[in-house]
């Protein structure tokens, strides 16, 4: 909720800024669980990758993993000196609808699938 929406009153703003900055201590303070990668290539690809199976060996035999078995409240993706954070139910709801995808490189092959950082971005109430 925006100023704008809210006309600039700060009877309505200031619980709506105190539930953000109760969230923001929960992250920081351990409370909530996350889960931290690396997406430094994000803004080439317009995308993240998000993965839900491996395959350790390269032996055709994938596995759950990543999202599919994270026990992390929330998936923090570090893009280069930015963070940007999303609830893991949230994203796994997101996986039902995006374009699924495979990283074939080196000796442990993964799949998953790609989240538009502009889908992330149009998520922000």
Known sequence: MSLRETGGSFDIDLPHGQKGEALVKELLFGVKRVEVKRQDRAPQFGSLYIETEHDPGARGLYRPSGLSITDADYWAFV???FVVM???VWLREQ???CRAVQQADGSCPTRGFRLPLAR????VP
Do not use: N, R
Request: net charge positive; no cysteine.
């Open 79 to 81: 893009i280069g000196a």
């Open 95 to 97: 996986g039902k609808t």
């Open 86 to 88: 999303a609830p893991t």
């Open 120 to 123: 992330l971005m149009g998520a």
